[in-house]
């Protein structure tokens, strides 16, 4: 297997997250700075600038000069202060829990039971049961006399007395038929290409309908967060899709039959599989193998490994009646808990102290076929929880793979988050195939390819960032997330879009001027710091203490961390061109690290985690 080394790794959060009264905004003490820093950013790598998503990302301008908005650019300076200065979690989606794929491993298929939905309106989803399961291979419809079925047809079996052998059906065939007495359920199988694939066909019976609980409503559609179906739903009008043998979803070649997209909505006449207690439709699922959401919340593993105190500043959780922030909510800014609504949001806000202007961009463009992004989920426990010393080994035969949020490893206290986000500095190298081009044919439909504008290294960008009322020591950090190589030689922030392929790298010069406490009102001259003059001016003012996660950040942020000869990408197979799904699939990796139950097939169990960012090997393979 060709090694590789993942494109982001994580800086370890402080112990605890220190929080003060903020200055205010009353007055100016004479202990105290106000001024302008003069920004030049010089690109050091290709860069992706603009907002959007999806296809739409797109280059801001003012009066025909291309710019980069102020609160961009604030973002980035403030994601690496965050870091720098150890303070709270403000953007993390807190309620965030996975969804995995069930694997082969579950046995718990028994309790499903096929349903058609009887009733779908706001108030109400009801199924009724569909009884005596026949599965019926896709041959044994007349092709292509009666059309293939689709998911909740109605069909006719031709099945002449011991036909249906264990629940399938091994002679005679079946029609679709709008008389008929059966639906069928057409789903993909997931099986390999060319093996033939198998529908439940249920009788339709006029039994008392089951209603669903409004949770399996809740955990269903939730199931659906970032499946394909879900892509699919959002960019189509036709909720129909043709499936060939072997399950694939196709626009060409044989169709064997039509599945329903997922959208999130129910449709009266259309099968699942359900499980019922008491009467009622605990779960639903749209074929046998589907989806299941992780347990413990990024929320719950912060809380339970005594990291409460990085929740967002405003926070109940942390919110002590008084206002006490962080240094980066001190420095730019506290919208509150995002949660409460009430009055109370705008006594935990804090405007900061710091503004960013726009900065107008001065370099050569190209455009670019930007590859899509086939970046794991958080859901990959191997990477985004913390596993512990060395590896955890599946010696118990459970039900999950460790890697899932949820699993055995999460038994007694679920792990903790590894730490903040960062990717690698580092693009594709001479003689690499450029990984942020895309290759090779739209081999999935699902994973849209962008046109984008991407700015040549040497790229300058150009801006003026105020700060009012700021300590000398909180200058010394702003100026420091600006231009990190005041801190650690050879380190560079990183700006805009399409990190994982290693691109927005920028060095800067910077200029200050500067006047103390109300100099400024009284006619003073003010004070300057040149560029050459900013790392001891920085080195004199900054009052932290070495920090246990500098030593991530400063790896993280170098412009060169020296991380060997493999290519920094997403696992491969190794199969198809770089940029295509079943080259960045992975998933001979994925399978070999998530620390499966053992069994005939999977040998290997271990469940192999991200190295530590300051580890010098970061190959992984
Ligand atoms: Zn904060």
Redesign the pocket.
């Known amino acids: 297997m060709p090694g590789f080394i993942n494109p982001y790794t994580f800086v370890r959060f402080p112990e605890t997250?220190a929080r003060t009264p903020p200055a205010g905004h009353e007055g100016i003490s004479d202990d105290r700075l106000m001024g302008t820093i003069s920004v030049e950013f010089t690109a050091v790598s290709r860069l992706l600038l603009g907002s959007g998503s999806g296809e739409d990302f797109s280059v801001a301008s003012t009066g025909g000069q291309q710019v980069i908005p102020g609160p961009g650019l604030k973002g980035a300076i403030r994601s690496f202060h965050e870091a720098f200065t150890g303070?709270?979690l403000?953007v993390i989606d807190l309620d965030f829990v996975p969804v995995h794929r069930d694997n082969l491993n579950v046995a718990d298929h028994r309790d499903l039971v096929l349903a058609e939905v009887v009733q779908s309106d706001d108030d109400h989803l009801s199924f009724r049961e569909l009884r005596d399961v026949v599965w019926v291979r896709d041959d044994r419809f007349r092709f292509p006399v009666d059309g293939e079925p689709a998911s909740g047809d109605r069909v006719k079996l031709q099945a002449p007395p011991g036909s249906v052998v264990r629940g399938r059906l091994t002679s005679g065939s079946a029609t679709v038929d709008p008389n008929g007495d059966r639906r069928i359920l057409v789903a993909d199988s997931g099986a390999k290409v060319d093996r033939a694939m198998s529908f439940a066909t249920g009788r339709i019976t006029a039994g008392d309908p089951w209603p669903s609980s409004a949770e399996a409503i809740e955990r269903f559609v939730k199931s659906l967060e970032g499946s394909a179906d879900a892509k699919l739903a959002a960019t189509r009008q036709d909720v129909r899709r043709r499936i060939q043998r072997g399950g694939t979803a196709v626009e060409t070649g044989p169709v064997r039959g039509r599945r329903r997209v997922e959208n999130g909505t129910f449709t009266v006449g259309q099968p699942y599989w359900v499980k019922v207690a008491n009467g009622e439709v605990t779960e639903i699922r749209p074929s046998l193998m589907w989806r299941h959401l992780g347990a413990h919340s990024v929320e719950d593993r912060l809380r339970k490994n005594d990291k409460s105190s990085l929740l967002?500043?405003g926070h109940d959780a942390v919110w002590n009646g008084t206002l006490e922030?962080?240094p980066?909510?001190q420095l730019f800014g506290?919208a509150g808990a995002k949660d409460d609504e009430n009055a109370e949001t705008e006594q935990r806000s804090y405007r900061g102290h710091v503004f960013v202007g726009e900065a107008t961009i001065e370099g050569d463009s190209s455009g670019l076929q930007l590859a899509p992004l086939g970046s794991p989920s958080p859901g990959a426990a191997q990477f985004y929880l913390d596993n512990g010393e060395g590896g955890t080994t599946n010696t118990v035969n459970r039900s999950r793979p460790l890697a899932e949020w949820g699993s055995s490893a999460d038994s007694g206290k679920p792990r903790g988050l590894l730490g903040r986000k960062f990717y690698w500095a580092v693009e594709s190298r001479p003689g690499e195939a450029d990984r942020a081009q895309r290759r090779g044919v739209a081999d999935d439909p699902t994973r849209v390819a962008r046109d984008v504008q991407v700015f040549s290294p040497g790229t300058q960008l150009t801006t003026r960032i105020q700060f009012v009322n700021v300590t000398p020591a909180q200058l010394a950090e702003l100026l420091v997330s600006i231009k990190p190589a005041l801190k650690w030689e050879g380190t560079v922030l990183r700006i805009g879009g399409g990190k994982p392929f290693g691109f927005g790298s920028v060095t800067a010069a910077v200029g200050v001027t500067f006047w103390k406490g109300k100099g400024r009102y009284l006619g003073d001259e003010p004070s300057r710091i040149e560029d050459g003059e900013a790392a001891e001016w920085v080195k004199s003012n900054l009052d932290l203490d070495e920090k246990a996660w500098w030593p991530d950040l400063k790896r993280v942020s170098a412009q060169d961390p020296e991380l060997g000869d493999a290519p920094v990408w997403y696992p491969s197979d190794g199969n198809g061109q770089p940029g295509t799904s079943a080259f960045d699939s992975g998933f001979g990796f994925w399978k070999r690290s998530a620390g499966h139950p053992p069994s005939a097939r999977i040998q290997n169990s271990e469940l192999i985690s991200l190295p530590e960012a300051t580890d010098q090997d970061q190959e992984l393979n």
């Open positions: 997250v303070s709270c403000r967002p500043c922030l962080c980066s909510c506290s």
